[in-house]
């Protein structure tokens, strides 16, 4: 089943003047330090989510329903459809409100209505994100900026899955009846790359090891566009163009995949290592290489609980040889995080994000990193 999360925005509900509770998940904003302390349901102007329209010469309504919009698509990008409520068949609408106080920071999420599942927490979780990134323009009350209450449903609702998937300007299936081929060095990608792949013409000094993934886009026609690239070890520019000249080299080597009978665009993973050819940077390489074997021990030690603090202990002389190896940090942070070791997670997921720009853990990581903090 795949998952389709809307969210329906109105203006709040409650009384004037009425208080809530505090959540737990995060301490209260500062507020300012004299003023009205009161809690508005209703004002001259609610607050908005911040959006480029505040900056034109509109009406307060006009800019109203484009933060509405704006809000939508954060809070789509952020509330993810638990796997139990997707496993359980579970939907329905989850209702958060939060206070927005008079300096435009967010405070006091709190669930109003779960339907199960994990549903209302994620809502949240999107609410724990926008408290560390996002700065609301305030109420305003008689020309005075005042303290908000927002409630807000967001409609959770599950669907038959598509074949495809929208990236960028490609429609890229993911359900095929026949997967892309590659044709050139008989069939061989890891040799064809292997052979194409070189170390950029540059001082190798630094020893700069490490390993970049592409996602290539292989078109109906065999035309090869890259879609993404994760760089894990901050190798570069002179690297990355290497390897996009690599991949988009291999126009004319594929066959395209097939839906129903039909060529279609579809997406591809490859890997490019780089090794320097410096005689002076053979320690690195080796070292390299033992890291890599490590890894893959501790991969599979800390796939089971009763070897949990081994494979970690593994990962920990792994991340010593590479500490700033961004799949390491990645494997390390992810096995923490199984472990319930929220500090060592947040850690090494936030370096990890640093590196290689990774976004795969925005939804969670500001509400990992504050439980981490409170636990300290």
């Given amino acids: 089943m795949k998952v389709l999360l809307l969210l329906l925005l109105f203006l709040p509900l409650f009384v004037l003047g009425q ?20 809690i508005y349901s209703f004002a001259d102007e609610a607050a908005r989510f911040p959006s480029p329209c ?11 329903e484009c933060a509405q919009r704006f809000l939508l698509d954060y809070i789509y990008q ?27 920071l967010v405070n006091r999420p709190e669930i109003l209505r779960d339907p199960g599942g994990g549903l209302g927490q994620s809502a949240l979780r999107a609410l724990a994100a926008m408290q560390r990134e996002v700065l609301w323009r305030p109420a305003f009350k008689d020309s005075t900026a005042v303290r908000f209450r927002v409630v807000l449903p967001v409609r959770f ?87 996009i000249d690599a991949a988009t080299g291999s126009f004319g080597k594929w066959i395209a995949a097939e839906y129903e009978g039909r060529k279609v665009a579809s997406a591809y993973d490859v890997s490019f290592n780089f090794t320097p050819t410096d005689p002076g940077c053979a320690y690195v390489v080796e070292d390299y290489g033992r890291a890599l074997g490590i890894m893959q021990e501790a991969q599979l030690l800390v796939s089971d609980s009763t070897t949990m603090a081994q494979g970690l202990s593994k990962m920990d002389s792994a991340v010593a040889l590479f500490p700033r190896d961004g799949r390491f940090r990645i494997l390390r942070g992810q096995a923490r995080l199984d472990d319930n070791q929220l500090p060592g997670a947040c850690e090494d997921l936030r370096l990890a994000k640093e590196i290689a720009l990774i976004d795969w853990y925005d939804g969670v990581l500001p509400l990992l990193c504050r439980k981490a903090e409170d636990e300290e």
């Fill in 78 to 104: 952020r509330a993810i459809y638990p796997a139990e409520a997707r496993e359980e068949g579970i939907s329905g609408t989850a209702v958060v409100a939060f206070i927005v106080e008079r300096n435009g």
């Fill in 157 to 243: 609702r599950l669907e038959d899955p598509k074949p495809y998937v929208v990236l960028g300007r490609d429609t890229v299936y993911t359900d095929l009846t026949k997967a892309a081929t590659f044709t050139g060095s008989g069939g061989d990608i890891v040799a064809y790359f292997d052979e194409k792949i070189t170390y950029p013409d540059i001082a190798q000094d630094s020893c700069a090891t490490g390993q970049l993934d592409i996602q290539l886009i292989i078109q109906p026609n065999g035309l090869v566009r890259v879609n993404d690239i994760i760089d894990y070890n901050d190798l570069g520019v002179p690297f990355t163009s290497k390897a």
């Fill in 54 to 64: 505040e900056r034109y010469d509109t009406t307060a309504v006009a800019k109203a």
């Fill in 19 to 38: 208080d809530t509770p505090v959540d737990t998940l995060a301490p209260p904003a500062p507020a300012a330090s004299l003023g009205d302390t009161t």
